[in-house]
T-cell receptor
Framework: KAGVTQTPRYLIKTRGQQVTLSCSPI?????VSWYQQTPGQGLQFLFE???????NKGNFPGRFSGRQFSNSRSEMNVSTLELGDSALYLC?????????????FGPGTRLTVT | QKEVEQNSGPLSVPEGAIASLNCTYS??????FFWYRQYSGKSPELIMS????GDKEDGRFTAQLNKASQYVSLLIRDSQPSDSATYLC????????????FGKGTHLIIQP
C-alpha cells in the first residue's frame, strides 16, 4: 500500500506571498492532520480534517488554513508568509479520528521563506 | 498547558547495549501514546503505539506505559548504529479530539 505523499517536497517563497501544500493520504485513510516542525518549537499540530470538515485546530494564526476534498486529499494554505514560517510541513493520515488510530507521516514539504 | 517532556540528549549507548528513552506527559486523561523515530532530514516514522499500562514488545523494541506516573518509555535492545536517530514521544491528549502532542525528542547515538 502506498504511503502518504506530499507535494511539493521543497519550496522557496518570499515574505508576503502565499503558498499551498498538498497531501494525499494512505488509501482508505479518511483523516488527515498537518504539523509544522521547526528546530526551536519541534513538531506542532496545525489542524486535522475528516470527511471534508476541520475537526480541530492548533494554536496557529488564521493565516494558516486548510481543506479536504471528497477523496480525502488535503491542502494547506499559508497566506502573507513570514520568515518564521520557514519549516518542515508534515502531513499525517489515519483511518479515522479515534485516539487509538496510528498516524503515518508523509515525507514533508520543506518551506523556506526569504 | 498540555506538555510532553523528553530529555534532549544526546544519549550515547554502546552497540549491543540497551537504550532507554523516557517521556513524561501532563494530561492525565491521555489515551494513546506513540514513539516515532526521525532520521536527520527525514520525516517521523512510527515505531510503537501503546494504550494500556504495562509493556508492549515488538522485535527489539519495548514500550512501557505507567499512567499513574504519567510516564512512557522505549527500550531498544541490542542497539545498532542504524538506531542512531531522534526519538519522538507523542501523546494523544484531550480525549482524542486534539492532534498529537510531541516531545522535543531525544537524540540517540549508538557507538560502534
Amino acid at each position: 500500500k502506498a504511503g502518504v505523499t506530499q507535494t511539493p517536497r521543497y519550496l522557496i517563497k518570499t515574505r508576503g506571498q502565499q503558498v499551498t501544500l498538498s497531501c494525499s493520504p494512505i488509501s482508505g485513510h479518511r483523516s488527515v492532520s498537518w504539523y509544522q516542525q521547526t528546530p526551536g518549537q519541534g513538531l506542532q499540530f496545525l489542524f486535522e480534517y475528516f470527511s471534508e470538515t476541520q475537526r480541530n485546530k492548533g494554536n496557529f494564526p488564521g493565516r494558516f488554513s486548510g481543506r479536504q476534498f471528497s477523496n480525502s486529499r488535503s491542502e494547506m494554505n499559508v497566506s502573507t508568509l513570514e520568515l518564521g514560517d520557514s519549516a518542515l510541513y508534515l502531513c499525517a493520515s489515519r483511518p479515522g479520528t479515534s485516539a487509538y488510530y496510528e498516524q503515518y507521516f508523509g515525507p514533508g514539504t520543506r518551506l523556506t521563506v526569504t | 498547558q498540555k506538555e510532553v517532556e523528553q530529555n534532549s540528549g544526546p544519549l550515547s549507548v554502546p552497540e549491543g547495549a540497551i537504550a532507554s528513552l523516557n517521556c513524561t506527559y501532563s494530561d492525565r486523561v491521555s489515551q494513546s501514546f506513540f514513539w516515532y523515530r526521525q532520521y536527520s532530514g527525514k520525516s517521523p516514522e512510527l515505531i510503537m503505539s501503546i494504550y494500556s499500562n504495562g509493556d508492549k514488545e515488538d522485535g527489539r523494541f519495548t514500550a512501557q506505559l505507567n499512567k499513574a506516573s504519567q510516564y512512557v518509555s522505549l527500550l531498544i535492545r541490542d542497539s545498532q548504529p542504524s538506531d542512531s536517530a531522534t526519538y519522538l514521544c507523542a501523546v494523544n491528549m484531550g480525549g482524542g479530539a486534539d492532534g498529537l502532542t510531541f516531545g522535543k525528542g531525544t537524540h540517540l547515538i549508538i557507538q560502534p
